[in-house]
């Protein structure tokens, strides 16, 4: 059974940073590509980005290009999400998530975390 648990979520004022963690068990974490989703208030869940197998590959929504990098570390089945400039809209719900195969590509997510709550201050 696949387990994702997020942590690191927290309230930060506008121009600050925070570093979401999410470790994983369950299944072998380094063969499959991780992504971080978000739901904003009232808002559907959108991409945020995502990383292959090897952290060879990344991919970022465009709201957060340059502002967040998504890294891995395999040797302790955790993924992470580095957010510097925030911003309000960076507000919501952050998820993990993990594929079905080494890259994300087109594909959904097979398993999702919990969530933790991001909340930005103007």
């Known amino acids: 059974q696949v387990q994702l648990v997020e942590s690191g979520g927290g309230l930060v004022q506008a121009g600050g940073s925070l570093r979401l963690s999410c470790e994983a068990s369950?299944?072998?974490?380094?063969?499959?590509?991780m992504g971080w989703f978000r739901q904003p208030p009232g808002k559907e869940r959108e991409f945020v980005a995502s990383?292959?197998?090897?952290?060879?590959?990344?991919y970022y929504a465009d709201s957060v290009k340059g502002r967040f990098t998504i890294s891995r570390d395999n040797a302790k089945n955790t993924v992470y999400l580095q957010m510097n400039s925030l911003k309000p809209e960076d507000t919501a719900v952050y998820y993990c998530?993990?594929?079905?195969?080494?890259?994300?590509?087109?594909?959904?997510?097979?398993?999702w975390g919990q969530g933790t709550q991001v909340t930005v201050s103007s």
């Open positions: 369950g299944r072998t974490f380094s063969i499959y590509a």
């Open positions: 990383i292959s197998w090897s952290g060879g590959t990344t």
């Open positions: 998530a993990q594929y079905g195969s080494r890259r994300s590509g087109a594909s959904r997510p097979d398993y």
